[in-house]
């Protein structure tokens, strides 16, 4: 194994394990539900990202391999982590909205209202002919 | 130096999943509590990576990949029925 190859596993390692770390802190450390989302959505996704670059140079460094499951892993994270995202954050705003939870006391305040005559897609019916709740049908 | 390396971050990621679970037990909002799982799922991928190295074994990857499909469904359907009152409608 070469000393390049080790010296960059080992800063993709640390640097990888370092923002998961930093990433699940924030989501400890940050005042507001909608502020904690920052936190593990790009910190730990970047984090681990690094982990599998880390993975697919070690394997090719120690035993010759190239290995294509951390490929696919990272470009189903990268894929998936804003979708998953959006819906919490969809949750959080649908919960404000039918009065589950208060207001966000954190710096930014609550979420601003979107443009025109628009209103956030969280009570928006899938089709034309769904009932926008199935609270009371 | 890989090995302290790879045990370091392996340490570094089960301080993460202990953070999650603090925020999941203690989370005031049910959002908080969702994402505290979804990055559970985040850092036990990276767990099994990181066995999976430590151990210069390459089948772990596939539970990994496996991790990281199911983790995104249940994110989503858990999403959803809060949303929705329903999963698939």
Known sequence: MSVIADIVIVVLLLLGAGFALIGSLGLVRLPSTMERLHGPTKATTLGLGALLVASVVYFRARFGVWTAHEALISLFLFITAPISANMIAKVHLHRLRTGAISEPDSIAGPPPRPGGDGEWATFEAPRRDTPASTANS | ?89
């Open chain 2, 1 to 89: 130096m890989i090995d302290l390396a790879l045990h370091l971050a392996a340490g570094a990621i089960a301080l993460a999943v202990l953070l999650n679970l603090w925020r999941l037990l203690r989370g005031p909002a049910l959002g908080d509590r969702i994402v505290a799982l979804d990055t559970m799922v985040i850092n036990a991928i990276a767990l099994i990576v990181l066995i999976g190295m430590i151990g210069g074994n390459d089948t772990y990857f596939e539970a990994a990949l496996l991790l990281a499909m199911v983790g995104f469904v249940s994110t989503i359907a858990y999403c959803k029925f809060i949303l929705r009152g329903d999963i698939v409608e």
